[in-house]
């Protein structure tokens, strides 16, 4: 009995001694002591960032490096790896559940991973935000441990593929260690961005088979975690997510046009609406004609064109950089018009002028004097229709102003990064679609209702998409959500009605069964087979949540005009715009005042004549055709001015092509050539009347 009680007593202490061992975190390294005694400890170098607290979950330790959790056995081998999309501010293993929390840039976010017994994995949905920080530190991390150090580190961990790779450059020369190394690369799970960055590396090993491998699994990780071809990608996003464009380029650079078209098939799979992605497509197209593969170039230039639906205006990605030019193009134009046509009139109201303010003064000194001076202003000797020609072009400078404040704001939000990085949702996507004060209306609902559906809270989604009743793309995701609780009836009712009301809505249809073939039904078939296709706003219904359309900016502009510079966004540009409007209102006034009587005997003397002349146009405002010249004379001008370094704003159009400068010439000497047979025909009539007075006399 009493051997019994020391069997028990020292199998209590046994216990008693594991149930206090526990993880602790001592600078940089992590330890697991059971008392005095260390059991295993990793350190981890300070590049990787902050280390959190460690938590204990059965027999494994978790720990927060940076932006991702290592799951550690019993004798601290790596078990699992947990990729988050921000670095890791707490964690927590109370309640036998294991929560983590994120904090980034002005958000937080809080996901639950299942144990490593459990199967591992993140049970929530996990965005990545387009910070290279984050999507490239385990490259970064592989890239830490010097040479000699580098079987250890693989050792220690196995799951980051980058060490394996580095393990294949220092055996080159041994294939077979080559291949080995490859193979434990691709055998661990990454998230698409690291997928990327591997297979460029596989690709630069001389593995394009591996590379291959690497890109599809690419494509399925992206496509689980809701990326998705209709949604843009910036620059910097895609830079974040493994740049591939600039690998394509590299590529194209060397002649590798078959490995460039891989990666170009993976671009136009996921992220086909990517920034630069119109050069990029025409240049592997002209450089497939060069070789001779006109059938393949022509397949890319259609696809070109396919990209061009739903864009603003269906003008193609660079819709609201050439909408701000063409807005600044117009804005030019019709300054040099309203310019040009007040100088003529003020050369041929000359000498007149200059008789009537004699009394005054003089045409300066009579300003001494101002509403007697007002009275023999330059306008006011044009007859009606000439100051109604002045009248419109003035209100027409008004408009393209608003014109250009509206496109430059549409233009700037549209670029903004929480549009542009392949998905919506998540903890930074929230944020930063928080912060672009998206307009209430059914647009914004749309948008921030999909960013719920996403990220599978269906409830929020309900909610928002309610605002935006009526509207077809919000029918269809309603849809898509009773499809997905089990309601087939519904789901399909409210197919039929979202593409009733909008035929062309290529989701409605794919869910109806119908085969469109866009990109995204192309891609949701082959990497989403079997799930319902949500619809995402195009470039047009993004525009209108950001800034609404131009109705909206003349809307403000009316009812508070002297906050112009804070409506058009520019203080410059809202100081032309109110100039403008009081321009406006001044030649209004005009209309009501009578002509002088003088004004009829101005006739058209030398300086006039030479403004007919040189200025197409500005001499005719007494007919509408002379307004039409004016400004055609004023936009060819306004388009070509970048050519002789005049302006910096780029044109709307192309002048490094031929054949638009020559266009555009051939304008310019049309309206001189028309210009001068109206000036001989206007000689030859004042000659005529002259003769018929001197006669009459």
């Known amino acids: 009995m009493r051997g019994t ?109 299942t144990p490593v017994q459990g199967g591992g994995g993140v049970q929530e949905r996990v965005v990545f935000p387009p910070d290279p920080a984050v999507t490239g530190w385990l490259r970064r991390a592989a890239a830490l441990p010097p040479e000699e150090a580098l079987a250890q580190a693989v050792a220690e961990d196995p799951l980051n593929p980058f060490l394996a790779l580095r393990e294949a450059r220092a055996a080159r020369g041994n294939r077979l260690a080559e291949l080995r190394a490859v193979r434990r690369a691709l055998s661990v799970e990454l998230p698409f961005p690291a997928w990327v960055q591997l297979a460029a590396d596989l690709d630069a090993l001389g593995f394009p088979a591996a590379a291959d491998v690497a890109l599809d699994r690419a494509r399925r990780d992206a496509a689980a975690r809701g990326y998705d071809p209709e949604v843009r990608v910036g620059r910097g996003a ?46 592997y197209a002209d450089l497939l004609e060069a070789q001779g593969r006109g059938g393949e170039a022509e397949e890319w230039r259609q696809f070109r064109r396919e990209l061009r639906a739903g864009t603003l205006y269906n003008l193609g990605p660079q819709a609201p950089d050439l909408v701000r030019a063409a807005t600044r193009t117009l804005t030019l134009a019709l300054l040099l018009a309203l310019g040009a046509a007040l100088l003529a009139l003020t050369a041929r109201a000359w000498r007149a002028q200059g008789v009537q303010t004699r009394p005054l003064g003089g045409r300066w000194r009579g300003w001494r004097r101002p509403l007697l001076r007002l009275r023999h202003t330059s306008v006011l000797y044009a007859t009606w229709t000439e100051r109604l020609g002045l009248t419109v072009l003035a209100a027409g400078l008004a408009l393209a102003l608003a014109a250009w404040g509206w496109a430059n704001a549409t233009a700037a939000q549209l670029q903004e990064p929480a549009l542009n990085a392949g998905t919506y949702g998540g903890g930074w996507g929230a944020a930063r679609l928080g912060d672009l004060g998206l307009r209430p209306g059914p647009d914004a609902a749309l948008l921030s209702g999909l960013a719920a559906q996403l990220d599978g809270d269906d409830t929020a989604a309900r909610a928002r998409y309610a605002q935006a009743a009526g509207d077809p793309c919000a029918r269809n995701n309603l849809a898509v959500i009773a499809q997905a609780r089990g309601d087939a009836p519904q789901a399909r009712e409210g197919y039929r009605a ?62 508070e005009p002297l906050a112009a510079g804070q409506t058009l966004g520019s203080s410059r540009l809202g100081g032309t715009f ?120």
């Open 578 to 697: 109110l100039a403008a409007l009081l321009l406006v209102g001044a030649l209004a006034l005009s209309l009501l005042v009578p002509r002088p009587a003088v004004a009829a005997r101005q006739g058209r003397p030398p300086l006039y004549r030479l403004a007919a002349l040189l200025l197409p146009g500005a001499a005719l405002l007494d007919s509408p055709w002379g307004a039409v010249l004016l400004l055609a004379w004023g936009g060819a001008v306004a388009t070509l001015l970048p050519l002789a370094g005049l302006t910096r704003f780029a044109p709307p159009l192309d002048l490094t092509d031929p054949a638009v400068r020559a266009a555009l010439l051939a304008v310019l000497a049309a309206t001189y050539a028309l210009n001068t047979l109206a000036f001989v025909g206007a000689e030859l009539r004042h000659a005529r009347a002259r003769r018929r007075a001197a006669q009459a006399g």
């Open 498 to 559: 979202a593409l009733a009301e909008r035929p062309d809505l290529a989701a409605a249809a794919y869910n109806l069964g119908l085969d469109p073939g866009t990109p995204g039904t192309d891609f949701q078939r082959a990497l989403r087979p079997g799930q319902p296709r949500p619809c995402f706003p195009d470039d047009r219904s993004l525009a209108r949540a950001v800034s609404g359309d131009l109705g909206v900016t003349l809307g403000r502009l009316a009812r």
């Open 5 to 113: 009680g020391r069997v028990l007593l020292l199998a209590l202490a046994l216990l008693g001694s594991g149930a206090g061992a526990e993880p602790v975190v001592e600078g940089r390294t992590l330890r697991e002591e059971d008392g005095a005694t260390l059991r295993w400890a990793r350190s981890f170098p300070e590049a990787l960032g902050e280390l959190s607290v460690p938590a204990s979950l059965g027999d494994t330790v978790y720990l927060g490096v940076g932006p991702v959790v290592y799951a550690f056995g019993p004798q601290g081998q790596t078990l699992a790896r947990y990729d988050l999309p921000a670095p890791v501010s707490t964690l927590d293993s109370s309640g036998g559940s294991l929560r983590v929390s994120v904090r980034g840039d002005g958000y937080e976010e809080r996901f639950t991973l």
């Open 238 to 283: 895609l830079g974040a997510y493994g740049n591939p464009s600039g690998y394509v380029g590299t590529l194209l650079a060397q002649g590798r046009l078959a490995r460039a078209d891989v990666w170009l098939r993976y671009l136009r799979d996921l992220h086909p609406r990517f920034e630069g992605g119109d050069a990029l497509y025409a240049r």
